[in-house]
């Protein structure tokens, strides 16, 4: 039988599908001795799940609930398999990533502020919004309260099992799609990451959906929002640290940019911190992957990976193999 681990605070529904050679452990939150399981799955709060750490004995696999793994590795070691919830947030994190651009192309945050003011006329704000954000000073009949998604140029930071799925939610637009990934591919084309500064000039909106690695931290600096276009909009639905939060302030005060942020770095953002009262921003709390469907998704995830893993077959997400 196979003994694995999991938070005690998921709803033993969710594991129906679990296999039937498996054995649960349930771990709580406050756990203060040692526990010998096969197989963990960790609580998706990772300052949680690393209180428990110290009392788990015999783990060889780890399943995370989640596409980052980055704090699991120096956790556990080298010696165990380590497998993330490739697939699972696709849907929510795809779903925030279109409403956030919609969002900020709509101009949301600034009719919440005319909401609140109670003054109709207030919505004209908009146009001299319109202006300063993008530049263009044309004579324009009647004025522009929003700005359009459709056939706008999206780049893609980032083509895995999320990018893919912004990229089918953004179709109906008509926007013009350039990827970007580690490495390039030729169907569909994807560039490789060292062609980055060259495609940023022609980007409306830029979308980073890439994993956090070394070679990703900081990887949108000050050079890189100087090659922006005047009003483009980055997106981050990835990791905080892809961007330099330094550079990203100073080039939203200019009014350089805009962006919409579901992480920050550091995270969670303190209270004062100068990203709060920049212009042109719309944060949110790292929830992007948070519907009723996060560990549904995630636990069936979890559950065919131990099928396979019962089975003697390879593991389909693995980022770091047992040595």
Known sequence: ????????????????????????????????????????????????????????????????????????????????????????????????????????????????????????????????????????????????????????????????????EIERMLSPFHVEITRVARNARSQPIVHAVGQLDGLLPHAQVIVLILPSTPESRKLIGADQFALMQQGALLVNAARGPIVDTNALVAALNARKIRAALDVTDPEPLPMGHPLWSCPNLLITPHVAGSSPQFAVRALQVVADELRRYLAGEPLRNVVQAAV
């Open 1 to 164: 039988m196979l003994r694995v681990g999991y938070p005690a605070t998921l709803a033993s529904e969710l594991f129906a599908d679990f296999p039937a050679e498996v054995e649960l452990i349930s771990l709580p939150a406050e756990l203060d001795h040692g526990v010998e399981i096969d197989v963990w799955i960790p609580d998706p709060y990772p300052t949680r799940a690393m209180r428990i750490v110290p009392h788990l004995c015999g783990v060889r696999l780890v399943l995370s609930l989640m596409a980052g793994t980055e704090w699991i590795p120096d956790a556990m070691g080298p010696h165990v398999t380590i497998c993330n919830a490739r697939g699972a947030h696709n849907i929510s994190t795809a779903e925030w990533t279109l409403s956030a651009i919609l969002s900020m192309l709509k101009y949301y945050p600034l009719y919440s502020d005319v909401q609140r003011s109670g003054e109709w006329k207030q919505r004209f704000k908009a146009s001299a919004h319109y202006v300063a954000t993008t530049g263009d000073t044309r004579p324009l009949y009647p004025p522009v309260m929003l700005e359009e998604l459709t056939g706008k140029s999206v780049l893609l930071i980032g083509y895995g099992s999320i990018g893919k």
